[in-house]
């Protein structure tokens, strides 16, 4: 097949030679070979090439290692590949991972498209014919193509980077003038045994042991306890045997005996495999694109669309043949099966650990709000009970006591009898009662015991997953630098070496010329910086100079930690800060815009008679509604502005860029979230001045004050509704609505789009087609952040709202059941990453538990009427009794000293009112400093700024005890961790042991023993060497049949 000068390689699209019909070969099985010189450049990563007269590639045997494959769409595949759809189309190799591209020929006509007839950019960037290529098949590119050629180029390089890495690449012609192309991606053994060696990655060995649980009193009650959660176990078979464990180890090439590799194609899982291909991704270079490294920059400049692992089949498909994700579908992923536990095991499998992270924690968090919603149900059927026998409710409901009260607004509104406002009262004592108290202790506590059983779960799936000593992986992950990151720094290298080439010329320069040379040598120096610049936008980039130039930059880039300096980034910080600071005054405007509205309906609404009776409840409602809506709104923004300010802070890696992104989101949705809540909890009605001095808005409104039973029903009825509208309108409905949106979306922009269509394609799909139409997996922030916000509404609030934990349990039992849907029916696969924890989050529902102890306290102190209750029961009352409270409350104004124009016009009033009630804690007109602050209001305030230092001493006390008393590590995983060091420190010798007798045994039976014993043991470390070999061997083309 190869001859002298000459080697076959496949033909890639866009290869940069001239093709015409008459130069290619076709073979039986639809593959395209050309013919080349044999001189070539070594690659980007240095590996060398065959000379001239050598065959790329090694012997095609049955179990020989195969690189590429180039299909015709118009021949058909055999029945038999079409049945496997996780493969290749010689139905033996797995697919491991696939990348996609869309492609346009503008200058071709349909049926006239296929690599046969493509063009290539010859080296100075111009297009044209070539001096001996001339065809009835040839093709001249118009300017138009120039940048897809160029796309191109970059893709025939990089997968030829792929090739020389040791994958086998597998992918269709591009025989249409317009499509998508995938390019299939299998990691044969030899490169999956290097790179699992290179990250180490841990592999059940052959010895497996049994997980002791404790002792007979701790064995008997797991048994009982798993006999009667049976119902509830999902059927998978992680569950069938989980005390027994495999020991694990990294895998080593020189160690092969320790592992139990029964078939190699089935001993890492596909999880497993396509970590590694992605791996391999992420570091492969591609010097035509500016020396962009790996998949990730490549999609960033639109070199190719898509890259993602295949699911494994389909979850719907009909048939009794199960794979992981019908599996999971079935006993996971749908709504019927909400009782059930989740099969965490098999989400890590299928997903990984850090998708498995999360749902592990998303599990814990709704079974730890069991407990808790039943406390708080409790506390809200106390307020029930006990209402009839409040005292404060019952004296203000009593129309004998005839407290007259002061009028709510100027001239409009008259003066009104305590009594009308009976039903407010009566409601308030359901959320304002003495267990409120014991329920804020509790959920304190709780938030403390969940985050410590949280890492005591954490320790527990790192020890069954292995996730011991993954930090090595961590810092490897941080050497990936994102694609914004290097085009950032390289643009600065350029930058600097424009400098550096004009100062080297004026340099030169500068000792022979005299004063006219001089003006002279600046002005050809100022015309040499915007050809520079043109030179660096224009598309003939490969001179020489440039070239060195980027080499110069790509060699800085790779040897300097981080190039970007904080006078590079003091811009993106200014403007972070900038931006951050004007979307929180943007919240507060909208929270006053709000307020506002408020005032002003109440003021209008009190002008007509039948609508005064319901201002209150019709301002509250509406103004709810429409924070509610704006904080949906908002979020959306913020959102995005969160992501676009970390984009301009040009983080190096990927995980820098998540937890910026994660923060800058968390503050900006919090403050959206709770600002509005914050308002009504500590500051409404704090600021209304008393009657004869009332705080205006505007000349004309007064400041809005809380209803006659306090704001702490005001607090409960603004946290209910904005937790659950959120939940509803935002966590479920946008969650389902928007994905099937995009996805009707896409399937009729498809269907509209010209080109030509495979009609017996289409109904026949592959699994890359498949899992191409699905959404690509964006992370789990989202995630993350609307079950954080929820964590803040059930604790930070909870003394005013008892039954937020029971709402955020039902909405729980749906999120889970609906992420499922979503990760499993609707996104592709993402790649498998491995972690030990859940990062920030841990330290973000860490702050948000200490902070629910401070808000808590205050809104007890503050908000409710727990402490003015207990000052008088104690102080003031003469009985020891309530009775008499609502009157120590009330303070006496002199309606003759309210100012002109605020009386009320026509009152109504059934008597004459010489003096008026308001709720304060005031000195009567007919004291020597009328309407000061009285001895009672002092009392009060000491007290409850007494209150909020000892609930939050105590609370921090009880929660550090809390944390004390449970340690991090479960006893029995530490103790196994111990075994299993010991074991595996056994099993080694073990093994060494047979295995050296094994090998000395025929050393004993012949005069030459001893120099084949040694034999056999340098042979011990051949797989090593022999894979390497075969690595290095595989980089070559070789031929196959399809």
Same mark, same amino acid.
């Given at each position: 097949?190869?001859?002298?000068?000459?080697?076959?390689?496949?033909?890639?699209?866009?290869?940069?030679?001239?093709?015409?019909?008459?130069?290619?070969?076709?073979?039986?099985?639809?593959?395209?070979?050309?013919?080349?010189?044999?001189?070539?450049?070594?690659?980007?990563?240095?590996?060398?090439? !065959?000379?001239?007269?050598? +065959?790329?590639?090694?012997?095609?045997?049955?179990?020989?290692?195969?690189?590429?494959?180039?299909?015709?769409?118009?021949?058909?595949?055999?029945?038999?590949?079409?049945?496997?759809?996780?493969?290749?189309?010689?139905?033996?190799?797995?697919?491991?991972?696939?990348?996609?591209?869309?492609?346009?020929?503008?200058?071709?006509?349909?049926?006239?498209?296929?690599?046969?007839?493509?063009?290539?950019?010859?080296?100075?960037?111009?297009?044209?014919?070539?001096?001996?290529?001339?065809?009835?098949?040839?093709?001249?590119?118009?300017?138009?193509?120039?940048?897809?050629?160029?796309?191109?180029?970059?893709?025939?390089?990089?997968?030829?980077?792929?090739?020389?890495?040791?994958?086998?690449?597998?992918?269709?012609? #591009?025989?249409?003038?317009?499509?998508?192309?995938?390019?299939?991606?299998?990691?044969?053994?030899?490169?999956?045994?290097?790179?699992?060696?290179?990250?180490?990655?841990?592999?059940?060995?052959?010895?497996?042991?049994?997980?002791?649980?404790?002792?007979?009193?701790?064995?008997?009650?797991?048994?009982?306890?798993?006999?009667?959660?049976? !119902?509830?176990? !999902?059927?998978?078979?992680?569950?069938?045997?989980?005390?027994?464990?495999?020991?694990?180890?990294?895998?080593?090439?020189?160690?092969?005996?320790?592992?139990?590799?029964?078939?190699?194609?089935?001993?890492?899982?596909?999880?497993?495999?396509?970590?590694?291909?992605?791996?391999?991704?992420?570091?492969?270079?591609?010097?035509?694109?500016? %020396?962009?490294?790996?998949?990730?920059?490549?999609?960033?400049?639109?070199?190719?669309?898509?890259?993602?692992?295949?699911?494994?089949?389909?979850?719907?498909? !009909?048939?009794?043949?199960?794979?992981?994700?019908?599996?999971?579908?079935?006993?996971?992923?749908?709504?019927?099966?909400?009782?059930?536990?989740?099969?965490?095991?098999?989400?890590?499998?299928?997903?990984?650990?850090?998708?498995?992270?999360?749902?592990?924690?998303?599990?814990?968090?709704?079974?730890?709000?069991?407990?808790?919603?039943?406390?708080?149900?409790?506390?809200?059927?106390?307020?029930?009970?006990?209402?009839?026998?409040?005292?404060?409710?019952?004296?203000?409901?009593?129309?004998?006591?005839?407290?007259?009260?002061?009028?709510?607004?100027?001239?409009?509104?008259?003066?009104?009898?305590?009594?009308?406002?009976?039903?407010?009262?009566?409601?308030?004592?359901?959320?304002?009662?003495?267990?409120?108290?014991?329920?804020?202790?509790?959920?304190?506590?709780?938030?403390?015991?969940?985050?410590? %059983?949280?890492?005591?779960?954490?320790?527990?799936?790192?020890?069954?997953?292995?996730?011991?000593?993954?930090?090595?992986?961590?810092?490897?992950?941080?050497?990936?630098?994102?694609?914004?990151?290097?085009?950032?720094?390289?643009?600065?290298?350029?930058?600097?070496?424009?400098?550096?080439?004009?100062?080297?010329?004026?340099?030169?320069?500068?000792?022979?010329?005299?004063?006219?040379?001089?003006?002279?040598?600046?002005?050809?120096?100022?015309?040499?910086?915007?050809?520079?610049?043109?030179?660096?936008?224009?598309?003939?980039?490969?001179?020489?100079?440039?070239?060195?130039?980027?080499?110069?930059?790509?060699?800085?880039?790779?040897?300097?930690?981080?190039?970007?300096?904080?006078?590079?980034?003091?811009?993106?910080?200014?403007?972070?800060?900038?931006?951050?600071?004007?979307?929180?005054?943007?919240?507060?405007?909208?929270?006053?815009?709000?307020?506002?509205?408020?005032?002003?309906?109440?003021?209008?609404?009190?002008? %007509?008679?039948?609508?005064?009776?319901?201002?209150?409840?019709?301002?509250?409602?509406?103004?709810?509604?429409?924070?509610?809506?704006?904080?949906?709104?908002?979020?959306?923004?913020?959102?995005?502005?969160?992501?676009?300010?970390?984009?301009?802070?040009?983080?190096?890696?990927?995980?820098?860029?998540? #937890?910026?992104?994660?923060?800058?989101?968390?503050?900006?949705?919090?403050?959206?979230?709770?600002?509005?809540?914050?308002?009504?909890?500590?500051?409404?009605?704090?600021?209304?001045?008393?009657?004869?001095?009332?705080?205006?808005?505007?000349?004309?409104?007064?400041?809005?004050?809380?209803?006659?039973?306090?704001?702490?029903? #005001?607090?409960?009825?603004?946290?209910?509704?904005?937790?659950?509208?959120?939940?509803?309108?935002?966590?479920?409905?946008?969650?389902?609505?928007?994905?099937?949106?995009?996805?009707? &979306?896409?399937?009729?922009?498809?269907?509209?789009?010209?080109?030509?269509?495979?009609?017996?394609?289409?109904?026949?799909?592959?699994?890359?087609?498949?899992?191409?139409?699905?959404?690509?997996?964006?992370?789990?922030?989202?995630?993350?952040?609307?079950?954080?916000?929820?964590?803040?509404?059930?604790?930070?609030?909870?003394?005013?709202?008892?039954?937020?934990?029971?709402?955020?349990?039902?909405?729980?039992?749906?999120?889970?059941?609906?992420?499922?849907?979503?990760?499993?029916?609707?996104?592709?696969?993402?790649?498998?990453?491995?972690?030990?924890?859940?990062?920030?989050?841990?330290?973000?529902?860490?702050?948000?538990?200490?902070?629910?102890?401070?808000?808590?306290?205050?809104?007890?102190?503050? +908000?409710?009427?727990?402490?003015?209750?207990?000052?008088?029961?104690?102080?003031?009352?003469?009985?020891?009794?309530?009775?008499?409270?609502?009157?120590? +409350?009330?303070? &006496?104004? %002199?309606?003759?000293?309210?100012?002109?124009?605020?009386?009320?016009?026509?009152?109504?009033?059934?008597?004459?009112?010489?003096?008026?009630?308001?709720?304060?804690?005031?000195?009567?007109?007919?004291?020597?400093?009328?309407?000061?602050?009285?001895?009672?209001?002092?009392?009060?305030?000491?007290?409850?700024?007494?209150?909020?230092?000892?609930?939050?001493?105590?609370?921090?006390?009880?929660?550090?005890?809390?944390?004390?008393?449970?340690?991090?590590?479960? +006893?029995?995983?530490?103790?196994?961790?111990?075994? #299993?060091?010991?074991?595996?420190?056994?099993?080694?010798?073990?093994?060494?042991?047979?295995?050296?007798?094994?090998?000395?045994?025929?050393?004993?039976?012949?005069?030459?023993?001893?120099?084949?014993?040694?034999?056999?043991?340098?042979?011990?470390?051949?797989?090593?060497?022999?894979?390497?070999?075969?690595?290095?061997?595989?980089?070559?083309?070789?031929?196959?049949?399809?």
């Amino acid at each position: 097949m190869a001859t002298s000068g000459l080697r076959d390689i496949p033909l890639l699209p866009g290869s940069p030679r001239r093709l015409s019909p008459r130069t290619v070969a076709r073979g039986s099985h639809a593959q395209q070979y050309l013919k080349v010189p044999g001189a070539w450049a070594p690659g980007p990563q240095g590996s060398s090439r !065959p000379g001239p007269g050598q +065959t790329l590639g090694a012997e095609s045997s049955c179990g020989g290692s195969v690189i590429n494959n180039y299909l015709d769409a118009n021949e058909p595949a055999s029945s038999e590949a079409r049945l496997s759809r996780m493969h290749f189309h010689d139905n033996r190799r797995k697919v491991d991972y696939v990348l996609a591209y869309h492609y346009r020929k503008r200058g071709a006509h349909p049926g006239q498209g296929s690599p046969g007839h493509s063009l290539a950019i010859v080296s100075n960037g111009e297009t044209g014919k070539e001096p001996h290529a001339g065809g009835p098949g040839d093709i001249e590119l118009g300017p138009l193509d120039a940048l897809e050629e160029e796309r191109k180029e970059q893709r025939e390089e990089f997968e030829h980077n792929l090739m020389e890495a040791g994958l086998e690449l597998e992918k269709d012609l #591009e025989s249409k003038s317009q499509g998508s192309v995938f390019v299939r991606i299998h990691a044969p053994w030899q490169v999956l045994a290097r790179e699992a060696e290179f990250l180490k990655i841990k592999v059940p060995t052959k010895k497996m042991y049994e997980i002791k649980a404790g002792g007979s009193i701790a064995k008997t009650f797991n048994a009982i306890l798993q006999k009667l959660s049976s !119902p509830l176990q !999902p059927r998978v078979p992680e569950h069938s045997n989980n005390r027994m464990k495999n020991l694990s180890y990294p895998f080593s090439r020189e160690k092969m005996y320790l592992y139990n590799i029964q078939e190699k194609d089935t001993f890492f899982d596909n999880a497993t495999r396509s970590r590694i291909v992605h791996e391999i991704l992420k570091r492969t270079a591609c010097s035509r694109a500016n %020396n962009t490294m790996g998949i990730n920059s490549l999609i960033a400049n639109n070199i190719y669309e898509a890259a993602y692992p295949l699911h494994d089949g389909e979850y719907d498909s !009909p048939g009794d043949d199960m794979n992981d994700r019908k599996l999971l579908y079935q006993e996971w992923a749908r709504y019927g099966v909400f009782y059930k536990f989740q099969p965490i095991d098999l989400i890590r499998k299928y997903f990984g650990e850090k998708i498995g992270l999360y749902f592990a924690w998303l599990g814990l968090y709704t079974s730890f709000l069991i407990p808790s919603s039943v406390i708080g149900v409790i506390v809200f059927l106390y307020g029930c009970a006990t209402i009839e026998e409040d005292i404060p409710s019952k004296e203000m409901c009593d129309q004998q006591n005839a407290f007259t009260m002061c009028p709510l607004c100027d001239k409009s509104c008259d003066y009104w009898n305590l009594s009308s406002a009976c039903g407010t009262a009566r409601a308030s004592h359901l959320f304002d009662n003495p267990a409120t108290v014991f329920f804020s202790i509790f959920m304190a506590l709780w938030a403390t015991m969940f985050l410590e %059983n949280w890492k005591r779960l954490q320790m527990r799936l790192g020890y069954f997953w292995d996730l011991t000593g993954i930090e090595e992986e961590e810092e490897r992950a941080q050497e990936h630098s994102r694609p914004e990151y290097e085009s950032k720094v390289r643009e600065k290298m350029l930058k600097e070496s424009d400098k550096s080439v004009v100062q080297k010329l004026d340099a030169n320069t500068a000792g022979s010329e005299d004063e006219v040379g001089n003006r002279g040598r600046k002005s050809s120096i100022a015309g040499l910086e915007p050809c520079l610049r043109s030179l660096h936008s224009s598309h003939i980039f490969r001179t020489p100079v440039i070239f060195h130039r980027q080499e110069l930059a790509a060699s800085q880039l790779e040897d300097d930690e981080d190039k970007l300096t904080w006078k590079d980034r003091f811009p993106g910080y200014l403007m972070n800060f900038a931006s951050i600071l004007f979307m929180i005054a943007l919240t507060f405007s909208i929270v006053f815009g709000v307020i506002v509205y408020r005032i002003t309906t109440a003021a209008a609404l009190s002008l %007509n008679k039948a609508t005064r009776s319901n201002v209150r409840v019709t301002v509250t409602a509406t103004a709810v509604i429409i924070n509610l809506v704006v904080i949906l709104i908002l979020d959306e923004i913020y959102g995005a502005v969160a992501k676009w300010l970390t984009k301009i802070e040009v983080p190096k890696t990927e995980q820098t860029f998540e #937890e910026r992104l994660i923060l800058k989101a968390f503050l900006l949705k919090f403050v959206n979230a709770y600002s509005p809540i914050f308002y009504v909890a500590f500051f409404k009605g704090r600021f209304v001045g008393r009657p004869g001095s009332y705080v205006y808005v505007f000349d004309g409104y007064r400041m809005e004050e809380c209803a006659p039973g306090g704001c702490l029903m #005001e607090l409960c009825i603004q946290l209910s509704i904005i937790m659950l509208g959120k939940q509803l309108i935002q966590n479920n409905i946008f969650e389902i609505g928007v994905p099937k949106l995009k996805k009707l &979306f896409r399937k009729l922009k498809d269907e509209t789009e010209p080109g030509e269509t495979d009609s017996a394609h289409s109904k026949h799909p592959e699994q890359w087609d498949l899992d191409y139409s699905l959404e690509p997996y964006t992370g789990l922030t989202p995630e993350y952040m609307e079950m954080i916000i929820q964590f803040g509404f059930v604790t930070l609030f909870v003394a005013s709202f008892p039954l937020a934990p029971v709402f955020a349990l039902l909405n729980n039992v749906i999120e889970v059941r609906l992420d499922a849907k979503k990760f499993v029916t609707e996104l592709r696969r993402p790649d498998a990453v491995r972690t030990k924890d859940i990062g920030i989050w841990f330290d973000i529902l860490s702050g948000i538990g200490k902070f629910s102890v401070i808000i808590n306290a205050f809104v007890i102190a503050v +908000t409710s009427d727990f402490i003015p209750r207990l000052v008088y029961q104690y102080s003031y009352s003469h009985n020891g009794t309530l009775h008499g409270f609502v009157n120590h +409350t009330l303070s &006496f104004f %002199n309606v003759s000293q309210l100012k002109e124009g605020t009386q009320p016009e026509n009152s109504q009033f059934d008597q004459e009112v010489q003096f008026c009630r308001f709720k304060d804690y005031r000195e009567p007109p007919w004291a020597p400093n009328p309407y000061e602050f009285s001895k009672q209001y002092w009392s009060v305030l000491s007290a409850r700024l007494a209150f909020v230092i000892i609930f939050q001493n105590l609370v921090m006390f009880l929660s550090v005890l809390v944390d004390w008393m449970i340690p991090d590590i479960p +006893t029995d995983i530490s103790d196994q961790i111990k075994k #299993e060091k010991s074991l595996l420190v056994d099993f080694f010798l073990k093994e060494e042991h047979g295995k050296l007798k094994v090998t000395d045994e025929p050393a004993q039976r012949s005069p030459g023993g001893r120099d084949r014993s040694r034999g056999s043991r340098a042979a011990s470390s051949a797989p090593s060497g022999r894979s390497q070999l075969s690595s290095r061997a595989s980089s070559g083309s070789q031929h196959t049949n399809v």
